[in-house]
Every structure is written in structure tokens, then in C-alpha cells.
């Protein structure tokens, strides 16, 4: 059994909640890694260059480098990526796009995913299965009672919570509760969950009455060796040329996000931040990379009288985006989702950016006292906010640089693998 005193799991005590702390506090020395076989399920379009799809990848990436094997089960129309071995569900004629969040269409390719999933697990039986989202743990949950696996859900956000983010329910549904009361089932069947925050772990416990020793944080991680600063003269000429590409003024403040585009992820508010901010200061410029609303929400810049002031990119590579955020001088995050993690912020820090956020548990977590925070959850509180940092020039680079150090000396994806391999021990020995 190996020592989990590092890496406790959520423990209440008096009313709060003393959770795990960041996988970068285990100790340094490097411990043997005993290599598992294991079956990654991950029920989306891996890989599609968002949110879950970055921490499925760098986990399975992480995971892998360890020792440990590992075949990642998936959706049709994902694309292949860092040599992974994916396995994949069959699709249909009539739908190969990419499904981001709820949709009826998951019904199917749920449906089919378990049949091949069901062939992977009675050919070659894997020590036990990681499962991410809650489709993934209800899929994996009867594939670990058939082969006797230990199953490990990788929770990244409430079920119900995102299904009202994506206007695919509502509380006064009544398929609300059925559905409440089914995501409270599935949060209780693993051996061990893994949350993406420490808030969400605190969520866990005390609104779905899971077992408090069995959710353990696993903070989302970032690679700083990949996403960095500019570091010398070709950087500087890299960002130069990129910026005429997208015919960005020499002379601007160039804010970046980079992201899902949608509501639930404060898209809109942030353009109507945006005019507010254009309203006072003609020497901004904002470049929004992501999908899948760019065209929604550029119609809607046009429609703010913004558009002049704004690039929309679409879809970016994950490859690409340490280069795209390198053009940037502060980023911005909108996101207001209570259950849900926010990687973008990662990136951001990583990269040297002052970065503007809602003060969610989320955002504090990850920025900590470096980030600049919106005083109302608005778009005039973001603008406000975002207003203050841009009178402020001079303290941007030492902002940037105290979120670059939080994320080099709290957010190791190294230090995640190992502690999800400590787990794997607890929950396979």
C-alpha cells in the first residue's frame, strides 16, 4: 500500500473541508511507479481542441510517460493526437460533426460506444477503467462489475449543473430530478473520483453526499515548458508577423481569450464587457479564439458596433495555442460556471498574462492573489475590472510573472501523474 499522507483525500472538520493539496506538494524524490493497464473512457469527440479534451490529453500523455499503458475509448470524429491509441465507437451517416456538451445525439453515440467498449473489456481485461464525465463512469460502471476492474471517475463538473448551462434542462424540468438524483448514483459508484478543483470536490461531498475518502483533487495541470513567455528575438518576430496576419494595430493592447465560444462560458458578456471598455479607450483590440459561435457572436460584435475592435480566429489547434496566446499583452475569462474547472486560466498563466476573471472558488484557486478579479459577476463588473489592469501597465509584468511562478510551482502535470498512479495503487491493491 503506498504512503497517501500527501495526497489526502476531502476530510471535514468542523463544518469545512481540509481537501488534498496540489499534486506539485508531494515530495520531490521520485517514487517507482507500478505500470497499470488501463482504459480511458472519455464519451466525446476526443480530441477537439477544448476544455475536457485538454485534460484527458495531458493526462493520458502524463500517464503514459509514466509507464503506465493506456487505450483511450472515444467517440468517431475526434482526431488523432499525440500518438495515443484511441479506439472508437462507430458514428452514422447523418452526424459527423463535433457534439460540444449536452445533446440529444450522445443518446446514440452512447449507445454504441458501449458495445465497443463492451469488446475491449471481455478481449483484454484492464486493471481497472478511468472514466471521464459522467457518461464515462455510467458506461464504465458495468464494465467493471463484468471484469471485476476497479473504476475511476475523473469528475470535471456537475451533470445536471451543465445540462442547464447548455439550455438542455432547466430546475423546473421533471426531468430534473430524476436526473439529480441519477448523477448522485453515478458519483457514488467508483472507488476513487479525481476532481478537477478543489471546489469541486467540496461540491462532491457536500451536496452528493459522496464518501469523503474516496474524492481526491487533482487540480488541472499545464505544461510550462510549452505554453511560456516570449523568450528572445524570434519570439518577438513570430508575434509580430501574427499580429499583421490578423491586421491587429502595431500600436494596440491586445486582449486575448481563447476558449469554447458560448453563453455558459460568458461569451457574450464579454462583448458587451468589450464595448464598454471601447467606450473609454480606443487602444484596445480583443482577439477571441475558439468555437463553435464565432459566427453567432461576431454578427453580435457588429451588432455592439465593436467589430472593428475584434478578431474572431474560430477554431485554433491545441498545438497551435501557446503561439496565439503569446500575441496577447493581458487575457481574459469570463466563465461563470459554479461546478465546472477553467484550464484557459492555466494557459493564461503559464504564458506570463495578467489575467482577468469573476471571483469564483475556480478562478481563485488557480490565480490565487495574482489575478484581477470583477467585482460583480456582470459585464460592467468585467469591465471594471479589466479597465483598472489596462491603466495599470506597469505592474503587468510582475503580475505575469507571480501567476508564470504559481503555475511552474503548483500545477505539475508530472506531479498529477504521480499522484493519480498513488491512486491507482490504493484503489487496485
Known sequence: MPDLSQIRPVRQMERSLVLVPHPSSLPVEAKLIRPRDILMVAPTMFF??????????????????????????????????????????????????????????????????????????????PELIHAHLHEGALLGRGWSL????????????????????????????????????????????????????????????????????????????????????????????????????????????????????????????????????????????????????????????AELGIAPWCTFTGRLPYEQAPTFLRLGDVAVAPKFSATEGSGKLLNYMATGLPTVAFDTPVSREYLGDWGVYAPECDAHGFATALLALLRTPHEWPILGAALRRRAQECFSWEQAGRTMSEIYDLVCD
Not at 48 to 59: K, M, N, Q, T
Not at 90 to 110: A, C, E
Not at 152 to 180: A, C, K, N
Open 146 to 301: 463484468l471484469r471485476r476492474s476497479p473504476l475511476v471517475f475523473d469528475f470535471q463538473g456537475s451533470l445536471t449543473s451543465e445540462m442547464i448551462d447548455h439550455h438542455f434542462l432547466h430546475r423546473g424540468s421533471p426531468f430534473y430530478r430524476p436526473l439529480r438524483w441519477l448523477e448522485e448514483v453515478i458519483d457514488n459508484w467508483p472507488a476513487a473520483i479525481l476532481t478537477s478543483s478543489l471546489h469541486a470536490a467540496d461540491l462532491l461531498v457536500r451536496e452528493f453526499q459522496c464518501p469523503h475518502d474516496k474524492v481526491f483533487a487533482v487540480p488541472d495541470c499545464v505544461n510550462t515548458q510549452t505554453f511560456r513567455p516570449i523568450e528572445d528575438a524570434d519570439d518577438e518576430a513570430e508575434r509580430q508577423a501574427l499580429r499583421r496576419s490578423f491586421r491587429i494595430p502595431d500600436d494596440c493592447i491586445l486582449v486575448v481569450y481563447l476558449g469554447l465560444l458560448a453563453e455558459y462560458q460568458g461569451t457574450g458578456l464579454l462583448l458587451q464587457a468589450a464595448r464598454e471598455v471601447l467606450s473609454q479607450r480606443h487602444d484596445v483590440h480583443f482577439l477571441i479564439m475558439g468555437y463553435p459561435g464565432e459566427a453567432v457572436y461576431s454578427q453580435m460584435a
Open 48 to 125: 477537439a481542441d477544448y476544455g475536457c479534451h485538454v485534460r484527458i490529453l495531458e493526462e493520458a500523455v502524463t500517464l503514459r510517460a509514466l509507464g503506465h499503458q493506456l487505450r483511450v475509448l472515444a467517440y468517431p470524429n475526434g482526431r488523432d493526437i499525440a500518438e495515443l491509441p484511441v479506439r472508437r465507437g462507430p458514428g452514422v451517416p447523418f452526424n459527423y460533426r463535433i457534439v460540444v456538451g449536452s445533446s440529444r445525439h450522445k443518446i446514440y453515440l452512447d449507445a454504441m460506444l458501449a458495445l465497443t467498449g463492451l469488446h475491449e473489456v471481455i478481449t483484454r481485461r
